[in-house]
């Protein structure tokens, strides 16, 4: 069975910096897509960050434009979000998402709190 299994949330004062990982397990990590989604209280999981497979490529939400930043290493089925700069409105639940749309596979992580408060 297919695992996403994210650590590195907490408790961080507006500022500071936290890095999410992602770790993959029982499937070809390499050829996925891999994406880190949020979810906010009182709104819809939305997408913060993505890397192609070939991790050549990435995308990134307006709202954490230039904070920050994902990365992966396929040696070792890993995925990271690197978030500095944090403010208040970060504060959510983080998910890790792969995606393979040519066999349909979209699998997810448990999520991992982040919450930014003083």
């Known amino acids: 069975q297919v695992l996403l299994l994210e650590s590195g949330g907490g408790l961080v004062q507006p500022g500071g910096s936290l890095r999410l990982s992602c770790a993959a397990t029982r499937f070809v990590f390499s050829i996925y897509v891999m994406n880190w989604y949020r979810q906010t209280s009182g709104n819809e999981r939305e997408l913060v960050a993505n890397?192609?497979?070939?991790?050549?490529?990435?995308n990134y939400a307006d709202s954490v434009k230039d904070r920050f930043t994902i990365s992966r290493d396929d040696a070792n089925n890993m995925v990271y979000l690197q978030m500095n700069n944090l403010k208040p409105e970060d504060t959510g639940v983080y998910y890790c998402?792969?995606?393979?749309?040519?066999?349909?596979?979209?699998?997810w992580g448990q999520g991992t709190q982040v919450t930014v408060s003083s």
């Open positions: 890397i192609t497979s070939s991790g050549s490529s990435t």
């Open positions: 998402n792969a995606v393979f749309r040519q066999l349909g596979h979209n699998f």
